[in-house]
């Protein structure tokens, strides 16, 4: 009797994990969302996991470990639900994950742009060609003096290659990112890392989310193109692509979403979620539509 006991009372222990909470419930002791990547997509990401716990109990967890290359494996390894991107998935992260069935989802539309801090705009130097761009990358042009500034050493900060902003920054310089050189300029991750070594750096320039070029710290330069023309990174001119490195801003799952993933991607996609991709600087997916 006693062991009979024993085993009806262990199947009733059973049954009762059996109905406690799926790994998508959102009630406490549940596991969580996890999302993780760009620091670029993370400002509405963020803001909006903070609506969805208070006013649906969500369980997110929210990290930017890596930027848009950590988003991109950690979704890969299925250490996360969502991937946050600021460039497109490449056929290397295809091929590196063959079982993951990658699907981007476009949230918004942001640029990078080429900073300088406030001695180099103040010393004359407003735009940058390609060209330009490409000798101080590969050491050929090292005072701002030869760009028609003042007599300054020029002190590069390099995006972390494999960041969205450094792929979209190469790609357009030297049209894929694997033909741009080593080298061995100090490197710099996230946006905000990236705004306060240049703002308290003289000579210092890098690349940037153009949402965080402020005009008071850092500035953006406007990019000339070969016909001479000077294209800034204003909100139609990336819109409409005129400006040479806008990117998309990507939620990332493998297949389509679902559960908790589901809910956040159509939060994110909804008019409130929009309005939250307005607020950080970038463009919402309904002021793309703007024609030339």
Request: with cysteine; proline share 5%; hydrophobic share 35%.
């Given at each position: 009797m006693k062991l009979l006991t024993f085993i009806i009372l262990g199947c009733i222990g059973i049954a009762g994990?059996?109905?406690?909470?799926?790994?998508n419930s959102n009630k406490s002791g549940a596991s969580a969302l996890k999302i993780n990547g760009s620091t670029t997509v993370n400002l509405p990401a963020a803001e909006a996991a903070e609506i969805l716990r208070a006013e649906k109990g969500m369980n997110i967890q929210v990290d930017t470990q890596g930027g848009s290359s950590g988003g991109i494996s950690m979704l890969g390894d299925g250490q996360v639900q969502i991937g946050m991107a600021s460039k497109h998935i490449t056929d290397d992260d295809r091929s590196k994950y063959p079982k993951v069935k990658f699907n981007e989802i476009h949230v918004g539309e942001d640029a990078v742009a080429i900073i300088v801090?406030?001695?180099?705009?103040?010393?004359?130097?407003?735009?940058?060609?390609?060209?330009q761009l490409k000798d101080i990358y590969e050491g050929r042009v090292t005072n701002w003096k030869e760009l028609g500034g003042s007599d300054q050493r020029i002190a590069f900060f390099n995006k972390e290659p494999g960041r969205g902003t450094w792929e979209?920054?190469?790609?357009?310089?030297?049209?894929?990112?694997?033909?741009?050189?080593?080298?061995?300029?100090?490197?710099?991750?996230?946006?905000?890392?990236?705004?306060?070594?240049?703002?308290?750096?003289?000579?210092?320039?890098?690349?940037?989310?153009?949402?965080?070029?402020?005009?008071?710290?850092?500035?953006?330069?406007?990019?000339?193109?070969?016909d001479g023309q000077v294209v800034e990174a204003t909100n139609?001119?990336?819109?409409?692509?005129?400006?040479?490195?806008?990117?998309?801003l990507f939620l990332l799952t493998d297949g389509a979403p679902?559960?908790?993933?589901?809910?956040?991607?159509?939060?994110?996609?909804?008019?409130?979620?929009?309005?939250?991709?307005?607020?950080?600087?970038?463009?919402?997916?309904?002021q793309l539509k703007v024609k030339e």
């Open positions: 994990c059996k109905d406690g909470p799926g790994p801090s406030r001695d180099v705009w103040d010393g004359g130097v407003h735009s940058i060609s390609k060209a979209v920054f190469a790609h357009w310089v030297y049209g894929n990112p694997k033909a741009a050189p080593a080298v061995s300029f100090p490197e710099v991750g996230g946006n905000e890392e990236t705004r306060n070594k240049v703002s308290s750096t003289r000579g210092a320039m890098s690349q940037l989310s153009s949402s965080w070029a402020d005009g008071k710290t850092v500035y953006a330069l406007a990019i000339k193109g070969d139609a001119n990336i819109a409409t692509h005129k400006y040479p490195m806008s990117r998309g679902s559960g908790d993933a589901k809910t956040f991607m159509d939060f994110l996609l909804s008019d409130r979620g929009q309005a939250l991709v307005r607020k950080h600087g970038y463009l919402s997916l309904d």
